[in-house]
């Protein structure tokens, strides 16, 4: 499968942005997805998950009650709306897929970037104070 992310910018704090991975060459309810960001100077992070079937959302501690993560598998695209804008929000954004089909897909292995199997290329998402 090949992601493309896309829908980073240059948001002031406080506002809204929603970034966009869309999946082509397999159909995206195959796999589990995933966000992570990745700050300059500093290693990649989870942001938030959704299940295979949209059954289950995990989310990083720091974005709960803000960022919220959706699949729309019509349009092979997972959505990653991101409200109430901090500038430590600042970090280039990216989507992951991963293809497991073990059982008891938890916030550990969920969060965790070895558990995917395929990345897409990143957005910038820019936060202004």
């Known amino acids: 499968v090949q992601l493309q992310a896309s829908g980073g910018g240059l948001v002031q704090a406080g506002g809204s942005l929603r970034v966009s991975c869309v999946a082509s060459?397999?159909?995206?309810?195959?796999?589990?997805m995933g966000w992570f960001r990745q700050a300059p100077g500093k290693e990649r992070e989870f942001v938030a998950a959704?299940?295979?079937?949209?059954?289950?959302?995990y989310y990083a501690d720091s974005v709960k009650g803000r960022f919220t993560i959706s699949s729309d598998n019509a349009k092979n695209t997972v959505y990653l709306q991101m409200n109430s804008l901090k500038p430590e929000d600042t970090a280039v954004y990216y989507c992951?897929?991963?293809?497991?089909?073990?059982?008891?897909?938890?916030?550990?292995?969920?969060?965790?970037?070895?558990?995917?199997?395929?990345w897409g290329q990143g957005t910038q998402v820019t936060v202004s104070s």
């Open positions: 060459g397999k159909t995206l309810s195959t796999y589990h």
């Open positions: 992951a897929a991963d293809r497991s089909v073990l059982p008891n897909w938890d916030l550990g292995r969920a969060s965790r970037l070895a558990e995917y199997d395929y």
């Open positions: 959704i299940s295979r079937g949209s059954v289950t959302v």
